[in-house]
Nanobody, 122 residues
Framework: QVQLVESGGGLVQAGGSLRLSCATS????????MGWFRQAPGKDREFVAA????????AYADSVKGRFTMFRDNAKGTVYLQMNSLKPEDTAVYYC???????????????WGQGTQVTVSS
């Protein structure tokens, strides 16, 4: 079991930056692969980024490559999503997710956070 709590969302102008955080808790929290997903109004939830338990492997959606970076601090039990060069189309609710298998994190995560709103104004 792992619990996930996101923070760091907000309103930012296009071209700006935000850093999202996902605090994890649970006895085996550092053994999980972690991911970020987002859902814009009227759209399906989509994969954004993922990282394995050690931080040694990561994956990104094409739409955010070169702009977003995901990393984790296992000592703090926290994962981050650094978002730079934000665009209005990045506006969405961002969700943190966890799964025991890095190969599955993009499709069927076992655990979800409650989400945090990111709004990018033009």
């Amino acid at each position: 079991q792992v619990q996930l709590v996101e923070s760091g969302g907000g309103l930012v102008q296009a071209g700006g930056s935000l850093r999202l955080s996902c605090a994890t808790s649970g006895r085996t929290r550092n053994m999980f692969a972690m991911g970020w997903f987002r859902q814009a109004p009227g759209k399906d939830r989509e994969f954004v980024a993922a990282i394995n338990w050690s931080g040694g492997s990561s994956a990104y959606a094409d739409s955010v490559k070169g702009r977003f970076t995901m990393f984790r601090d296992n000592a703090k039990g926290t994962v981050y999503l650094q978002m730079n060069s934000l665009k209005p189309e990045d506006t969405a609710v961002y969700y943190c997710a966890a799964d025991g298998n890095f190969a599955d994190i993009r499709s069927t995560p076992d655990y979800w956070g409650q989400g945090t709103q990111v709004t990018v104004s033009s």
